[in-house]
């Protein structure tokens, strides 16, 4: 069955940076698009970034733009979002989800969610 | 960019009851829109897709209807497991969220 697992989160402080990862398995990663999503504590959800099966297309949310960055590595099944200069209100839990463009780009997986806390 | 204004954000509810969640998008969607059911420190689970598509395994007690901009899911009988917090999605222009709606036991 289609499993997607985040790791790499944690505390940092402001300014600071920290690399997500997240594994996807039981589906053909290579021919997945994915997003990266977070949720603030007691917030709604919020989508980050956005990524083709090959790379060739890689968007973002205004929030983001410049600051993180999206890749994967089809080889290792793997996806990232390098995070830098991480304030406090990107604390929250970042989620990846599988976006299946058959569907048009409907976000159908979701990870179960890594913490992440910026705070001196 | 598209805004979902979904409401409301809390529905006091009992086992049994039919209730439903509304959900409106600032600009036309046509049928790019998703129900997700999420539990706390859970992922959200995707419910419903296309407006009224219902994921495999999704009871039959949901469903979705709606076109355009204004949209809606029901639970036609609320059961236990369905206390949680629902939340709409656009994909029709990247993804925005609306604000979730906490299904609370009355």
């Known amino acids: 069955q289609v499993q997607l697992v985040e790791s790499g989160g944690g505390l940092v402080r402001p300014g600071g940076s920290l690399r997500l990862s997240c594994v996807g398995t039981?589906?053909?990663?290579?021919?997945?698009?994915f997003s990266w999503i977070r949720q603030a504590p007691g917030k709604g959800l919020e989508w980050l970034a956005y990524?083709?099966?090959?790379?060739?297309?890689?968007l973002y949310a205004d929030s983001v733009k410049g600051r993180f960055t999206i890749s994967r590595d089809n080889a290792k099944r793997l996806l990232y979002l390098q995070m830098n200069s991480l304030r406090a209100e990107d604390t929250a839990v970042y989620y990846c989800?599988?976006?299946?463009?058959?569907?048009?780009?409907?976000?159908?997986?979701w990870g179960q969610g890594i913490r992440v806390t910026v705070s001196s | 960019d598209i805004q979902m204004t979904q409401y409301p954000s809390t529905l006091p509810a009992s086992v049994g009851d039919r209730v439903t969640i509304t959900c409106r998008a600032s600009?036309?969607?046509?049928?790019?829109l998703a129900w997700y059911q999420q539990k706390p420190g859970k992922a959200p689970k995707l419910l419903i897709y296309q407006v009224s598509t219902l994921e495999s395994g999704v009871p039959s007690r949901f469903s979705g209807s709606g076109s355009g901009t204004e949209f809606t899911l029901t639970i036609s009988s609320l059961q236990p497991d369905d206390f949680a917090t629902y939340y709409c999605?656009?994909?029709?222009?990247?993804?925005?969220f609306g604000q979730g709606t906490k299904l609370d036991i009355k």
């Open positions: 039981g589906f053909t990663f290579s021919d997945s698009y």
């Open positions: 999605q656009q994909y029709s222009n990247l993804y925005t």
């Open positions: 990524i083709t099966s090959t790379g060739s297309t890689i």
């Open positions: 989800g599988r976006v299946t463009p058959v569907k048009q780009d409907l976000l159908d997986y």
């Open positions: 600009h036309s969607i046509s049928s790019w």
